[in-house]
Each structure stands twice: as structure tokens, then as C-alpha cells.
Nanobody, 117 residues
């Protein structure tokens, strides 16, 4: 079964850290572009970060640049999003996405991140 499963969300205080995981099963992440998106209540889904598994290039939205880091563990077929210096405005459901031309476009079910004191 082809799927992406996110984990690692939770409640954290402002300034804290969380690491989100996106585990792929049923396919390998090789040659995929893997992205993290988030959607806050009443807002549209927005791109946060992505990683091109072909050349290792990464992208970060301005709002998270310098605070978030995307990485990949090939052996575990998993992509991570390390989130530091979290702010209340980072509160959202975070989704993992993997896309490869003519092969597939997969989404995870989402994991809730709440930043609050």
C-alpha cells in the first residue's frame, strides 16, 4: 500500500522545537520532490519547505527560513522537518507531500502542531 505517514506533531511552547517525520511506504522516495505544507484554521494550505531528492536542493518559505530544516534518511525512507524557535503563527496541520512526474502525487494525513503558552 502506497502511503505517507506523518508523526511528531504536538503542543509546544513558543520558542520550543519539534521534529516532524514523514515515512513513505509502498514506494521509495528516490527521484521525488518531497514537501511540507501547512494549513491553519481559516487559511489556505501553504508550502513550508521542500527537498529535491535528485540533487538535494532545498527550499524554505520566508516565514520559516533559518528556523526550519528539511532532511532525509534514505535508509528509513523518511523525510524530516526540524522546527526550532517555534512561534504561535506556526500553529497548523502539517502535511507531507511527495511528487514525481508521471509516477505519483501522494499526501499524508497530516499532523497537528500547536504553539501556545
Amino acid at each position: 500500500q502506497v502511503q505517507l505517514v506523518e508523526s511528531g506533531g504536538g503542543l509546544v511552547q513558543p520558542g520550543g522545537s519539534l521534529r516532524l517525520s514523514c515515512a513513505a511506504s509502498g514506494f521509495t522516495l528516490d527521484y521525488y520532490v518531497i514537501g511540507w505544507f501547512r494549513q491553519a484554521p481559516g487559511k489556505e494550505r501553504e508550502g513550508v519547505s521542500c527537498l529535491n531528492s535528485i540533487d538535494g536542493s532545498t527550499y524554505y518559505a520566508d516565514s520559516v527560513k533559518g528556523r526550519f530544516t528539511i532532511s532525509r534518511d534514505n535508509a528509513k525512507n523518511t523525510v524530516y522537518l526540524q522546527m526550532n524557535s517555534l512561534k504561535p503563527e506556526d500553529t497548523a496541520v502539517y502535511y507531507c507531500n511527495a511528487v514525481r512526474w508521471l509516477r505519483g502525487n501522494f499526501w499524508g494525513q497530516g499532523t497537528q502542531v500547536t504553539v501556545s503558552s
